[in-house]
T-cell receptor, first 115, second 113 residues
Framework: DSGVTQTPKHLITATGQRVTLRCSPR?????VYWYQQSLDQGLQFLIH???????AKGNILERFSAQQFPDLHSELNLSSLELGDSALYFC??????????????FGPGTRLTVL | AQSVTQLDSQVPVFEEAPVELRCNYS??????LFWYVQYPNQGLQLLLK??????LVKGINGFEAEFNKSQTSFHLRKPSVHISDTAEYFC???????????FGKGTMLLVSP
């Protein structure tokens, strides 16, 4: 158990819908990262927040957005869902935002299925 | 931009045999290198990391990896595998001074009796 929690574990929804994925980082970690794992694209970085501020953006679609709240939990919002958004979404957390000791601890993931 | 290539998508091996999972990276700046393991229906767990210093890095569960700067490689090895090592293994790189990880496509290690 990494100490990172993600809810829900599974999510099944229809095209065009909007969903919210939630992540609670390890106690004391200020950074939260979101990754998408799909069969065709592999594991891709989406976005990074540090202490409530966006720090880096990867291959995140405009239909997707995220935020980190004052209690440091984070939410990833996916809207106008398409079949291709079906994937495993991971959250990771770390104590700092950069540097050699910025080890990222991964949550168990949320499996999103869009029908 | 950096990239990571895992040359084998699947590696079948018999129990107690040695294994090497290959990883090559490309980057024009200093990098930190990682190997993660993903067991079925679980998240990623860090196996080992190279930050600096000795090029031979030892990790959990008997795995080790060697950083070779001239070959831009970071191959993962284990002298004797167990059935329980069956999992997907991901090589990842992070640029010095940056926060995000770039992953390879993964190598599925299949250990059979």
């Amino acid at each position: 158990d990494s100490g990172v929690t993600q809810t829900p574990k599974h999510l099944i929804t229809a095209t065009g819908q909007r969903v919210t994925l939630r992540c609670s980082p390890r106690s004391g970690d200020l950074s939260v990262y979101w990754y998408q794992q799909s069969l065709d694209q592999g594991l891709q970085f989406l976005i990074h927040y540090y202490n409530g501020e966006e720090r880096a953006k990867g291959n995140i679609l405009e239909r997707f957005s995220a935020q980190q709240f004052p209690d440091l939990h984070s939410e990833l919002n996916l809207s106008s869902l398409e079949l291709g958004d079906s994937a495993l979404y991971f959250c990771a957390s770390s104590v700092v935002d950069r540097g050699p000791h910025n080890e990222q601890f991964f949550g168990p993931g949320t499996r999103l299925t869009v029908l | 931009a950096q990239s990571v290539t895992q040359l084998d998508s699947q590696v079948p091996v018999f129990e107690e045999a040695p294994v090497e999972l290959r990883c090559n990276y490309s980057s024009s700046v200093s990098v930190y290198l990682f190997w993660y393991v993903q067991y079925p229906n679980q998240g990623l767990q860090l196996l080992l990391k190279y930050l600096s210093g000795s090029t031979l890095v030892k990790g959990i569960n008997g795995f080790e990896a060697e950083f070779n700067k001239s070959q831009t490689s970071f191959h993962l090895r284990k002298p004797s595998v167990h059935i329980s090592d069956t999992a997907e293994y991901f090589c990842a790189v992070r640029l010095s001074g940056y926060s995000t990880l770039t992953f390879g496509k993964g190598t599925m290690l299949l250990v059979s009796p």
